[in-house]
T-cell receptor
Framework: DVKVTQSSRYLVKRTGEKVFLECVQD?????MFWYRQDPGLGLRLIYF???????EKGDIPEGYSVSREKKERFSLILESASTNQTSMYLC??????????????FGDGTRLSIL | SQQGEEDPQALSIQEGENATMNCSYK?????LQWYRQNSGRGLVHLIL?????REKHSGRLRVTLDTSKKSSSLLITASRAADTASYFC??????????FGSGTRLQVQP
């Protein structure tokens, strides 16, 4: 069965800390994504990557960076955590075909609290 | 407002009834996808409908797409308590990522 694994379900950090969220997929997908989910706002795309060492800004990249050194792993980095980054973070992966975006497979999310 | 908005925001029905959720979007699409999210979990893909398709079925799910009105609907027939979840539409507008709406929370009362 396909699997996207996020390193932590719950995480508590302090303002100003550098925070790493890790995501690993075992499906050999080209594409990987990071979203944040807040009540009433749905999923908002932070960054995505369509190949190793490649990254694209999503809709809300400010305050975040990403790293993709290996195809199966995509990391989200909060350079200096702030309280407004308290949220649920979801990682996803998918194939890409010329006919369009394929279904995405999601991890179970990391609920991050910044104190 | 954003690409891909679901309506209603919340829906409460009795077991056995049908549930209909709608999604409107603004720009042309390659495909539209529906996802389900159980509380505290990640999203799970339900169904994908391409821009040249009008209707698609999967088990108790029926999805329609009207590109002239830029809208889609998800119908769940004979709902069960286990269908309680949030449902999201997501549009493929040609960039290499989907755009998700804010979702419909469905509560099915046993």
């Amino acid at each position: 069965d396909v699997k996207v694994t996020q390193s932590s379900r719950y995480l508590v950090k302090r303002t100003g800390e550098k925070v790493f969220l890790e995501c690993v997929q075992d499906m050999d997908h080209e594409n990987m994504f990071w979203y944040r989910q807040d009540p009433g706002l749905g999923l908002r795309l932070i960054y995505f990557s369509y190949d190793v060492k490649m990254k694209e800004k999503g809709d809300i990249p400010e305050g975040y960076s990403v790293s993709r050194e290996k195809k199966e792993r995509f990391s989200l980095i909060l350079e200096s955590a702030s309280t407004n980054q308290t949220s649920m973070y979801l990682c996803a992966s998918s194939f890409y075909r010329g006919s369009g975006n394929q279904p995405q497979h999601f991890g179970d999310g990391t609920r991050l609290s910044i104190l | 407002s954003q690409q891909g908005e679901e309506d209603p925001q919340a829906l409460s029905i009795q077991e056995g009834e049908n549930a209909t959720m709608n999604c409107s979007y603004k720009t042309s699409i390659n495909n539209l996808q529906w996802y389900r999210q159980n509380s505290g979990r990640g999203l799970v893909h339900l169904i994908l409908i391409r821009s040249n398709e009008r209707e698609k079925h999967s088990g108790r799910l029926r999805v329609t797409l009207d590109t002239s009105k830029k809208s889609s609907s998800l119908l769940i027939t004979a709902s069960r308590a286990a269908d309680t979840a949030s449902y999201f539409c997501a549009t493929d507008t040609g960039r290499r990522a989907l755009t998700f709406g804010s979702g419909t929370r469905l509560q099915v009362q046993p």
